[in-house]
């Protein structure tokens, strides 16, 4: 029996990654200091060299390798290029909160990396197993990170109920890939495309498999019925670990779904389809109502990340490339208000305070009137109010919705959209129109207040110019 060896160039960014994490642990195992200061620097720098092999590599062929099973095309590298740059991000904003509850431990860069790690396969996968090992090396990453902060009840609390429900999802995710091997005897996405196409005689069993994965899909998302763990995991989680979750795995999401759906079960479009407009509606109906009821801006935020998956959905259920593009444009832009939400949560939490209720964020604007309008920037962007990017992000989703003939669901999604602005609006009238509560000063480094305040122009900028990021997000999907 003779074994091709496979190319490696394709994946070379995946080895640099794993070999890279490596070097971390090990490093951070003999290092003395308690500010982590190289364990941090060589973790940033992991991922900026990442991001240049990344990039270096690029072309705008479709490469494959491992038997087909890992594909390298413009779509995984510009979803791995942001995947970089959030997470970089992610690591700039964590290290103060963390070095100022004693939770610097090189533990979280490591476990990062290694979630990085499974989101890079997870968006080159032309298998099924293959997806299924990256989504779990994300996913045993997050479980441990989520328990991190081990004297917090809330922080156990929250890993056990994301553990327990994430291996649910997995399982109901393996079953399905079980019964789709089952019916056409491979695991490649391209022959599945194929046999789909073609046609089986076993479509009862290809319906329940699809039923199974959608399911398993939606778990990860968190989209309505399946986000009861979203709210208690935000909630629970430090907030770096919040800001990891809530941000970076949504790109990884993205990416999964295209190679499921797209990819691999195209010529079922019509099933999934029903069921994605279901999950839709759900997610940005149930997301909208129930944020307004929260106090707590990291629990509002979940069931605000909840509607936004529900907008993500409605791209990618439209089958159509200009879906699919401005689904992308949607998660990209999501990660990045993400940041900006979750950055100003930890620029106002301090040692022995979380600024995690609504209430934290009154008067905002008397103490620190620039980093107030960049909560404003980014709450209007989530809501959708022009010339913020979130309103560009909407409107390619309702443009793509339309033209595929459900103007009924664009209908819907800007009914809810309107209602959802009511918990964003909140917050800046909170911020202008409130009398502060706490009259601590901020307190933060220059390279935390430089990214944060690029962060909130970004936000505007990217609304005033949407163009040049639309233009990649149609470009990477035209192979």
Not at 16 to 25: N, T
Not at 31 to 58: N, P
């Amino acid at each position: 029996m003779n074994f091709e060896r496979p190319d490696l160039l394709p994946v070379l960014p995946e080895i640099y990654m794993l070999c890279m994490a490596c070097v971390v642990l090990l490093v951070d195992v003999y290092s003395k200091s308690e500010s982590r200061t190289l364990t941090y620097l060589l973790t940033q720098a992991t991922l900026f060299g990442a991001l240049i092999l990344t990039v270096s590599l690029h072309t705008s062929t479709v490469e494959y390798t491992f038997g087909k099973t890992f594909v390298k095309d413009p779509m995984s590298d510009v979803l791995k290029a942001f995947i970089y740059f959030i997470t970089f991000v992610v690591f700039l904003y964590s290290r103060r909160y963390l070095h100022e509850r004693g939770l610097l431990r090189g533990e979280y860069f490591v476990l990062g990396l290694f979630a990085v790690l499974g989101m890079m396969v997870m968006v080159s996968a032309q298998s099924l197993l293959l997806v299924y090992l990256g989504l779990e090396l994300l996913a045993l990453s997050l479980y441990a990170m989520v328990a991190f902060n081990r004297d917090s009840k809330e922080s156990s609390e929250a890993a056990m109920k994301y553990f327990v429900l994430g291996a649910l999802a997995s399982g109901m995710l393996l079953y399905g890939m079980s019964l789709f091997y089952g019916a056409v005897g491979t695991l490649n996405m391209a022959e599945i495309y194929d046999h789909i196409k073609l046609g089986v005689d076993k479509p009862m069993v290809l319906r329940m498999g699809l039923v199974f994965i959608v399911i398993g899909i939606a778990f990860k998302l968190g989209a309505v019925p399946f986000h009861m763990w979203l709210p208690d995991v935000y909630h629970g989680s430090p907030t770096s670990v919040t800001l990891f979750i809530g941000t970076v795995p949504k790109i990884a999401a993205f990416g999964m779904m295209m190679r499921l759906l797209a990819d691999g079960f195209q010529g079922m479009h019509v099933e999934w389809q029903s069921m994605l407009i279901a999950l839709a509606m759900l997610s940005i109906a149930v997301g909208n109502v129930i944020a307004i009821a929260q106090t707590n801006i990291k629990r509002m935020l979940a069931y605000s990340t909840i509607s936004h998956m529900g907008f993500l959905l409605l791209g990618i259920l439209n089958g159509t490339a200009d879906g699919y593009s401005s689904a992308m444009f949607y998660t990209i832009v999501y990660a990045i208000m993400g940041l900006g939400g979750f950055g100003m949560v930890i620029l106002l939490s301090r040692a022995g305070f979380e600024a995690d209720t609504l209430d934290d964020f009154k008067g905002l604007n008397e103490r620190s009137p620039w980093f107030a309008a960049m909560m404003l920037l980014v709450m209007f962007s989530m809501a959708g109010v022009p010339p913020t990017v979130g309103f560009f992000a909407k409107l390619s989703v309702l443009q793509a919705t339309v033209s595929a003939g459900f103007l009924w669901l664009a209908v819907f999604a800007v009914i809810f959209s309107v209602i959802g602005a009511f918990y964003y609006l909140r917050i800046v009238k909170l911020m202008y129109f409130d009398r502060p509560v706490d009259h601590a000063p901020i307190v933060a480094g220059p390279d935390m207040r430089l990214a944060l305040s690029a962060n909130g122009l970004a936000v505007l900028l990217l609304g005033i110019f949407p163009g040049t990021l639309m233009t990649v997000c149609q470009a990477t999907l035209l192979h």
